[in-house]
């Protein structure tokens, strides 16, 4: 497919760390969503700043912080698709994965202030791993993705969930869910 008619696929690496488990099974996926444009960030890297809970943006005020989150809105609104890869952190995301979430406040007040979605929803996919080999360690997070993507106006389409990523079985746990991860992408390659 020619580069300029590619739908875009927007990859968002939820991990301040740039080569673990979560950035590996990133780019898995994306590795085999060929057909797609993809642009590929890593949200702790865009230092994005917390909500400061002022509401501005319930006014429809521009946000009072200054940093690039304008930028990724525009991201948001051109994306076809959206993979978001992030660990379990004390149950939730990352503070600075948390902090983007945060800062979608303004699109939350568009959706309920318009009383209907903000757009058409588009597919996301989930992955996330943590240390525990307890599934039930991604309850809170998946439920904080389901919300992220429903604001930003993606489906919460499908996850790849990798519990028990410490020590040597770690390992092959991972080596497995790297395996899932391409899958997932040539789904998405399917779609188009
Ligand atoms: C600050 C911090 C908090 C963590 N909290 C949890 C947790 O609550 N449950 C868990 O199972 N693992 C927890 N972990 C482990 C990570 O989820 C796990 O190592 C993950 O695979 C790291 O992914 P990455 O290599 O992509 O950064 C935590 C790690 C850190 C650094």
Redo the contacts with the bound molecule.
């Keep these: 497919m020619p580069a300029s008619t590619r739908p875009l696929l927007l990859a968002l690496l939820g991990?301040p760390?740039q080569e673990?488990?979560?950035?590996r099974l990133l780019s898995a996926f994306i590795q085999e969503a060929g057909d797609w444009e993809i642009v590929r960030r890593s949200l702790p890297e865009l230092k994005i700043l917390p909500c400061l809970g002022c509401q501005t943006c319930k006014q429809n005020q521009p946000c009072v912080q200054p940093d690039r989150m304008p930028k990724l809105f525009r991201l948001f609104e051109r994306a076809q698709a959206l993979v978001l890869a992030a660990?379990?952190?004390?149950?939730g995301f990352p503070a600075q994965t948390k902090a983007v979430i945060d800062r979608c406040l303004p699109l939350w007040y568009l959706e309920s202030q318009r009383r209907a979605p903000v757009r058409l929803k588009r597919p996301g996919y989930f992955i996330s791993?943590?240390?525990?080999q307890r599934h039930g360690?991604f309850g809170v997070i998946v439920r904080e993705a389901k919300a992220f993507f429903h604001t930003i106006g993606f489906q919460y389409t499908q996850s790849l969930l990798v519990p028990g990523?410490?020590g040597k079985p770690g390992a092959h746990r991972l080596n497995l869910a790297l395996q899932h991860a391409r899958t997932l992408g040539r789904q998405l390659n399917h779609l188009l």
């Design positions: 991990s760390c673990g488990a979560n950035s660990p379990v952190y004390f149950y791993t943590c240390a525990s360690e990523l410490d």
